[in-house]
């Protein structure tokens, strides 16, 4: 058994805080205190504490912070605007498009006098809504899901089952069937393995999760567990689709060809670091299976020019030249639905396609929850000024754009987001074992902390996400790992000011 030598600076600061806290033994306080004494030697205490902590561990010190437990809400910009219902607005929008579909003038234009919509009658338009609606949500399946994702598929199926009962309790009495409200998990297969890929001539090479036997099986478990929990729960159907289900829909063909077409501006706009679109394909040749990460020597051939040098001179359609640093070019014909299979894309340009198919699906809603660091520019830079430019292009979706809620970020003492590839890649939160908190960096943990398959974490995890919709302006704003160590941990709710 190794022996803890302290050092001789955890040795005075330990001293010294020994000889602060001498005083509270006593079982009097001290008949000479005076008001204000007692504080003032708390905050020494506090400090001495402070200036232990890092001495009992020099090789990776830690570091000790107090807070009060008053948990602020404060409003302003979403939370101020939402801070009474953030999914009557979402129905509301939801019951435009529905409209606009149907030839008509949609609610949220400015009309001078509104027939469809009278006065103080706002939740008359749920009535109208007839199409399916699936609430999307997606994670990638390199590791067993932190409370930052469980965040998401439970703020997903809370919306989802809000959305369902709060039409329900209309057409209850319209006699009309409502529409289905369901949950939709997309898994992102085509991430990257750890150490599976490689950099030649400055060009980097991955392979996919699903082209690494038994990489995607790993943690795909916990992720249906959770699933089927929360699905219970909340009395909400979900399906799981992958990258090759998506790039199967039938609306794919013809926006690649707009995207190969479009690819020099689409490039630039959705890189700014390369400059090019980052779509890939896994070398078809047995046992290879490498994707250029960044698309940085893709040839596409949108068939009105023959420049490209890795093509015949007269490519029958659409096509677009991978590269395979072994095998060299292979290539992908938009019109045969088993080569688009293949496809895959980057998070910005897998969004943007994404967005395009579904804006132009008339058979269902589709509103999609993810993480708050997507919010703002990466939105606004990535697929809305896209989506505008192909709209005004090709007359598609006009007027229409993606209905998207972003979940509260999960964030570590400094304010970073709990991540899970720092977790994963380098033992980025060794630190939350010692705290007691590593139960939230992974489902995993989760369940051997509590020893009951995770249900009990799960369950308090829920149930915070639930406190959030009920008093909506807790959905604009993160919380950090010490806020949810109580309420997961400990079980124990946490009280706004
Ligand atoms: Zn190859």
Redesign the pocket.
Known sequence: MDTYHASDSCTAAARNLLRLLNPLLKDEPPPTIVPGQLQSSCGEILSAIQALVPTLIPKSPIFANFHDGQVHDPLGGGSYAFQEDVVQPLLLALTNDEILANGGDGLLVDKQSNKTVPENDSVRPFQLLSRPIVIHAGAQPNNSPHAGTLVVFCYAFLLAREIRNRIKSMVDNADAKPPLVSVEITFVDTAPVKDHGVKIGGIEYQKSYRDVPGALAMHMADYKHVLHLLSTWSDIPFTTTFQSNFFSHPTIPSLLRYIVANHEFLGRQLSPKYGVLALRAA?P?SG?S?AEKHGRLNAYNNNSSHQNRNLPSAAPDTTIAFH?P??GPHIICISKPSDVARLEANAPARNLIRSMSQLLDTGAHHVRVTGADYAGMYQEMFLYRPLAAWSAATGLAAGRTPHILYAPLIVDWSGAKLSKALYVRDGGYEAMKLFGTEGLCSFTQLKSRFGDDGVEGLRRLCEEVQRWFEDPRKLFRAYSVEYLQRVIMKGQKWTST
């Open positions: 070398c040749i290879c490498l395979c072994y095998h």
